[in-house]
């Protein structure tokens, strides 16, 4: 209903009122720190990643601790459920990503790739894709197929730490922001494209990344590519992202930084935006017959 705020507080999960503005519930297991946590789609649990390396799973509403997992060494960095709440993924400052039943209360399997702590974790789910994407303070961005349980394509571009992203709610893009004032944003392809070592070459020919380091995949010959870079978007904040996010509707994209400045950008409608685009062209075209 949006009527309460949910937020880690040390080793307790604080339930606030807004309206009242008022503490509804405090949420106590352990005498670690509470490192990251993450609604259910269902908007009744919440899932809560604890330093010890612990996840613990929360109904908030009747302060009852209904599951607890241990499949981490360290603390738990980044947490994501898909859309139905039947997987919740898992990663951790050990590098590894752990992929979760909650129904069934079992880890299905563990996946390693990345050289450091996973910062962020999100399900790409539209047909046919059934995959899970990370990003890591290695720079990396990896994506996943669940059903191999294997990393399929990984994005370069970034020269430090990726520390969040986000998929658009239809699944089209992605926006990653790291240390550098620059948003990436990678195109992901309406079906799977094979990757071959020409095609590679030619696209990191036409598209570079600005920091004019060649963004391409490392997916081997013909393999699955998922995702290629777009373009990119500048933000006013020089210090690195904290959290980059789309609004349910996809028309918003937000970000905050570490400098404590928050930034919104409008996402313009591809009909909107070939209209000022045809606009545009026909303004110069106009120009360049009176010249």
């Known amino acids: ?131 899970l994407i990370s990003s890591s303070k290695d720079s990396l961005l ?32 992605i926006v990653t922001g790291s240390a550098d004032h620059l948003l990436r944003v990678w195109k992901i392809h309406e079906n799977p494209q094979k990757s071959s070592v020409s095609s590679t070459e030619n696209q990191s020919r036409k598209r570079k990344a600005p920091s004019d380091e060649e963004t391409v995949s490392d997916a081997p010959a013909d393999e699955e590519e998922v995702c290629s870079y777009w373009g990119h978007i500048e933000r006013k904040a020089r210090k690195r992202v904290s959290s980059s996010r789309f609004n349910h509707s996809g028309t918003m994209l937000y970000t905050s930084s570490v400098e404590k400045m928050m930034e919104l950008f409008a996402v313009i409608p591809d009909e909107i935006m070939n209209k000022k685009v045809k606009k545009k062209t026909d303004r110069m075209k106009k120009k360049l017959k009176k010249a």
């Not at 949006?2 to 352990?30: D, F, H, Y």
């Not at 993924?89 to 129904?103: H, K, L, N, R, Y």
């Not at 990896?142 to 986000?166: A, M, N, P, Y």
Request: charged fraction near 20%; aromatic fraction near 8%.
């Open 142 to 173: 990896k994506v996943w197929d669940l059903e191999t349980q294997h990393c399929i394509q990984t994005l370069v571009g970034h020269r430090h730490e990726v520390w969040s992203f986000d998929i658009s709610p239809d699944e089209r893009y």
């Open 1 to 131: 209903s949006g009527s309460l705020a949910i937020c880690p507080a040390l080793e307790n999960i604080a339930v606030w009122n807004i309206r009242q503005g008022s503490l509804v519930n405090l949420l106590k297991a352990t005498k670690c720190s509470v490192t990251c946590m993450v609604l259910s789609p269902d908007g009744k649990h919440v899932a809560a990643g604890y330093s010890d390396g612990r996840i613990r799973i929360w109904d908030f509403a009747g302060n009852n601790l209904i599951l607890s997992l241990h499949g981490h060494r360290s603390a738990v960095t980044a947490l994501c459920y898909n859309s139905s709440g039947s997987l919740l993924a898992s990663g951790s400052q050990d590098t590894e990503i752990v992929v979760w039943d909650p129904v069934g209360e079992t880890g299905l399997y563990r996946m390693r790739g990345h050289k450091g702590p996973i910062t962020d974790l999100k399900f790409l789910e539209k047909d046919p894709y059934k995959h």
